[in-house]
Each structure stands twice: as C-alpha cells, then as structure tokens.
Nanobody, 123 residues
Framework: QVQLVESGGGLVQPGGSLRLSCAAS????????MGWYRQPPGKQRELVAS?????????ADSVKGRFTISISRDNAKNTVSLQMNSLKPEDTAVYYC???????????????WGQGTQVTVSS
C-alpha cells in the first residue's frame, strides 16, 4: 500500500508565501513523477505543477515564475514540495498531491492522490 501525506496549507495574505509538502511512502519500487493539482471552489481540478523522477518540471501558466516544485528522497520517503510565492486570491483552492508510481505489488503504473490541503489567500 502507498500513502501520500500532505502538509503546509493555511491562510495567507495576498503577496505572501506558503510551502506545501507531500511525503509518499509504502511499497514503492519507483516513481515516474509527482505533482500538485488544485480545485478552486466551484471549479474542476487542474494541474498546478509536476516533476518527473529525472527532474523535468511543468507548470500551469498562471503560476509560472511564482511557484517552484521540487522532489527529494530521504530513507524510505519520497517528498514533493511546492514553494508558492507572491500568492494571489485566485490561488485559493484545495491542493492535492499526486504520484505516478510503480509498486512492488503490481507491474503496472498506478496513480495515487493525497487527501487535499486548503490554501486560502485573503486579506
């Protein structure tokens, strides 16, 4: 089994910063990539940023130059982080961690989601 545990959401004023982290653990044999999606109120979930195991990154146009995604490995945990700077009210959403992985149990690629963390940008 695989677990994704998110942390770092909260309330911040416009122009402020937040850092989200997501730790993936469990029966992971390899990671193809990890990323962050968000779902604003009343809207569909959208990609914010993603990163491959090789370090290639992809960002939504709305966050380019403000958000930075990174990935690290420490012992049995793979952690993807999202540094969010110059936050705007329109960044308000529930942010979800995503992992594209292979496990020791199945030969197929599998997709896992975190439980979601609320980010609210408001004065």
């Amino acid at each position: 089994q695989v677990q994704l545990v998110e942390s770092g959401g909260g309330l911040v004023q416009p122009g402020g910063s937040l850092r989200l982290s997501c730790a993936a653990s469990g029966s992971i044999s390899s990671i193809n990539g990890m990323g962050w999606y968000r779902q604003p109120p009343g809207k569909q979930r959208e990609l914010v940023a993603s990163i491959t195991s090789g370090g290639s990154t992809n960002y939504a146009d709305s966050v380019k130059g403000r958000f930075t995604i990174s990935i690290s490995r420490d012992n049995a945990k793979n952690t993807v982080s999202l540094q969010m700077n110059s936050l705007k009210p329109e960044d308000t959403a529930v942010y979800y961690c995503h992992a594209d992985i292979r496990t020791y149990i199945s030969p197929y690629r599998e997709h896992y989601w975190g439980q979601g963390t609320q980010v609210t940008v408001s004065s």
